[in-house]
């Protein structure tokens, strides 16, 4: 097998810290070049079955960025004409008092979180909307209640971590006539061959997850996901469920410019470029959004994007993301790499904080070494 040093860091770092399931995969072009890991002890199958949470943000830009290519979005439309809701945003001043904002939010303030909202969905407004409700909202429901409180800031003036990308997947449902979930299933899932990816399909059966504390404590717990709001909400945020065999088609799409081993393309490559353009982050004051990535990194449409070589290989150009339980997705254009990293540990960068671009880092060693980058 390709990518000794590789394997051996991986074995290192699942005996130091515990780690019961990592999946590392890497492609270039629509050769897999490394695949390995550990699973209770055992070879992962690539088909455990996983929480994305954040990893589901980039499958929800290229939604967006599908219906931008189609003309039935724009990106510097008003919210409000897709969501009534959001025609009543507002502030808090000094006194406490509501003000109405002076921007209106915009389809290209949710995918660059710079919307002024939130991450919060315990607010007064989403709890009183779960019970109006039953707990079934739908996902426009949902998102209108986020409203029902006040933004943080003026929409478009600053970054913060949030749940914009949940008010997209309402757009999305809107501009494309269809829910979130059948869209995503069009555009993605099913050209791509994922048929073992979507929403609300926990029923099926999730693979083991676990939970670590500030000192790296690890203990199993029960798979669940907090960020979905019930049966009829589909979370652009964090909702899907897939594994890695699936995820890895997704990537490697990505990286082979929009279009899949199969020949199915979901998006052009000039959006691609779009998607990871740093022209989106002039209102970016710090990069605590990249979580552990570090400060090479600002935001483009929805993904992390890299600022600056490294002496290893990685190119100024990268792009991912990765989710709550750890998944990781990164993206190389310019080499045609793609790397996919599985996991399913919650509070996982107490644990593994940088180990994802370490491991990223041995993989591109290991295969200049073979000659095969």
């Known amino acids: ?78 919210v409000e004409k897709y969501l009534p809701a959001y025609k009543d945003i507002f ?80 757009v999305i449902e809107k501009a494309s006539g269809k829910r979130f979930s059948a869209y995503m299933d069009e555009i993605i899932f099913q050209p791509l061959g994922m048929t073992d990816s979507g929403f609300h399909t926990e029923d099926n059966g999730m693979y083991d997850m676990y939970d670590c504390d500030l000192e790296g404590k690890t203990w199993q717990i029960e798979p669940y996901n907090r960020l979905i709001l019930g049966e009829n909400y589909d979370s ?53 959004f990249t979580c552990v990535q570090g400060d090479e990194y600002v935001y483009g449409l929805g993904v992390r994007v890299r600022q600056k070589d490294t002496s290893w290989g990685l190119a100024k150009g990268e792009y991912g993301w990765d989710g709550a339980a750890g998944m990781y997705l990164m993206v190389d254009p310019h080499q045609k790499i793609a790397v996919v990293i599985g996991m399913h540990l919650l509070c996982w960068p107490y644990l593994f904080r940088g180990e994802h671009l370490k491991i990223v880092q041995c993989l591109y060693e290991d295969m200049k070494k073979e000659n095969l980058l």
């Open 91 to 170: 502030l808090l001043d000094e006194k406490g008092n509501r003000v109405p904002t002076k921007n209106k939010m915009t389809v290209r303030h949710l995918l660059t979180m710079s919307g002024g909202l939130s991450y919060n969905v315990q607010t007064k407004a989403v709890q009183d909307m779960l019970r109006e409700t039953d707990g079934k909202p739908s996902t426009e429901e949902a998102v209108s209640a986020f409203v029902k409180e006040p933004l943080l800031f003026e929409p478009g003036t600053r970054f913060e971590y949030s749940l914009c990308h949940d008010v997209l997947a309402a």
């Open 236 to 288: 652009g945020g964090a909702g899907a469920i897939s594994n890695v065999d699936d995820y890895v088609k997704f990537a490697v799409t990505l990286a082979n410019g929009g279009v899949a081993k199969n020949g199915a393309r979901i998006l052009q490559e000039k959006t691609l470029e779009t998607v990871r353009s740093t022209a989106h982050a002039e209102m970016q004051v710090e990069n605590s």
């Open 1 to 78: 097998m390709n990518g000794k040093k590789t394997i051996e860091y991986i074995d290192k770092i699942c005996a130091e810290k515990g780690l019961t399931y990592l999946d590392v995969r890497m492609y270039k072009g629509y050769e897999e070049l490394f695949s390995y890991g550990k699973a209770n002890g055992e070879k992962p199958t690539g088909k455990e079955r996983l929480f994305l949470f954040s990893a589901t943000k980039p499958m929800t830009v290229v939604c967006a960025m599908r219906l931008v290519e189609e003309g039935k979005l724009g990106l510097d439309d008003a």
